[in-house]
């Protein structure tokens, strides 16, 4: 069992910078691919960003993020983090940390990023 709490969203202009962190309390959580979700008002909730746990460390993001957020992990904290600059209005909606092994995945229960002009 693997209990995921976000922290660090709030209410950024456009332009700004945030930085969010999901602290894992449970066994063996390195061995767990990672994620960032997010889901906008009356919208399906979409991938953001993820990192494995190979070697190599590898990471994908959505489309509309590249080069403005990134995914990191640091598992000695068991805590995954999603930093994020040049917010956009788009950006808007509540952020989920998700941990996946085998079957179905862990979720948190989400941090709101509110970017508002």
């Known amino acids: 069992q693997l209990r995921l709490v976000e922290a660090g969203g709030g209410l950024v202009q456009p332009g700004g910078s945030l930085r969010l962190s999901c602290v894992a309390s449970g066994p063996n959580f390195s061995f767990f691919d990672v994620a960032w979700y997010r889901q906008a008002p009356g919208k399906q909730r979409e991938l953001v960003a993820s990192i494995t746990t190979t070697t190599t460390t590898t990471t994908t993001y959505a489309d509309s993020v590249p080069g403005r957020f990134t995914i990191s992990r640091d598992n000695a904290k068991n805590t995954i983090y999603l930093q994020m600059e040049a917010l956009k209005l788009e950006d808007t909606g509540v952020y989920f940390c998700?941990?996946?092994?085998?079957?179905?995945?862990?979720w948190g229960q989400g941090t709101q990023v509110t970017v508002v002009a």
């Open positions: 998700s941990a996946h092994l085998n079957g179905p995945p862990y």
